[in-house]
């Protein structure tokens, strides 16, 4: 199974809003809505932003939200602020107890 | 609160065996699923496999199996993640989460493992 592709970077100013794609296949991100996000800061442990393509956990901002289109889904960071500098990873369900992750994308905040 | 807190870092010679741990509180461990997720230096995030404690039914990723062993004590509400004879390559941070649904939702993380292997 090959990871989902992300861009490597992306960066926008303090409030602005950056989107992230994640593009997979059929197999996966097209044909389930089972998408989630993950927010990791340079050495902490990976946090859940975004579950079930658009669901936001409790206590996730709701500049954070989730979209999917066909074999690609989406973060949108609205009103960018400087703690959310940090690494992206989508991951998607790809059938009976199969996942996969993508290739992760760093957010800059110029 | 839920909570996952991992065994330490750790220094091993290729061919050696490990075994690294992850104990939960906070929640009734033996009902939901623990994943183990590898992180690659400088890399992304890869699904190893995960096992459900209560009756230890374990499902691991193609690129894993046969690689590493999962296994789980459900009386200590611990899981583990176990090599016998490690490689260069298995040099990582793997990290264990509750899989929230078979879905993939991965709610909560343990801090993560730093697993070096060199000679």
């Known amino acids: 199974q090959s990871a989902l592709t992300q861009p490597r970077s992306v960066s926008g100013s303090p409030g602005q809003s950056v989107t992230i794609s994640c593009t997979g296949t059929?197999?996966?991100?097209?044909?389930?809505?089972?998408v989630s996000w993950y927010q990791q800061h340079p050495g902490k442990a990976p946090k859940l932003m975004i579950y079930?393509?658009?669901e936001r956990p409790s206590g996730v901002p709701d500049r954070f939200s989730g979209s999917k289109s066909g074999n690609t889904a989406s973060l949108t960071i609205s009103g960018l602020q400087a703690e959310d500098e940090a690494d992206y990873h989508c991951c998607s369900y790809a059938g009976t107890y199969s996942y996969v992750f993508g290739t992760g994308t760093k957010v800059t905040v110029l | 609160e839920v909570q996952l807190v991992q065994s330490g870092a750790e220094v091993k010679k290729p061919g050696e065996s490990l075994k690294i741990s992850c104990k939960g509180s906070g929640y009734n461990f033996r009902s939901y699923w623990i994943a183990w997720v590898r992180q690659m230096p400088g890399e992304g995030l890869e699904w190893m496999g995960f096992?459900?404690?209560?009756?230890?039914?374990?499902k691991y990723s193609p690129s894993f199996q046969g690689q590493v062993t999962i296994s789980a004590d459900k009386s200590i509400s611990t899981a583990y993640l176990q090599w016998s004879n490690l490689k260069a390559s298995d040099t990582a941070i793997y990290y264990c989460a509750r899989l929230l649904t078979t879905s993939g939702v991965f709610d909560y993380w343990g801090q993560g493992s730093l697993v070096s292997v060199s000679s």
């Open positions: 096992i459900y404690p209560d009756d230890s039914d374990t």
């Open positions: 079930d393509v658009t």
């Open positions: 059929s197999s996966d991100v097209g044909g389930y809505y089972y």
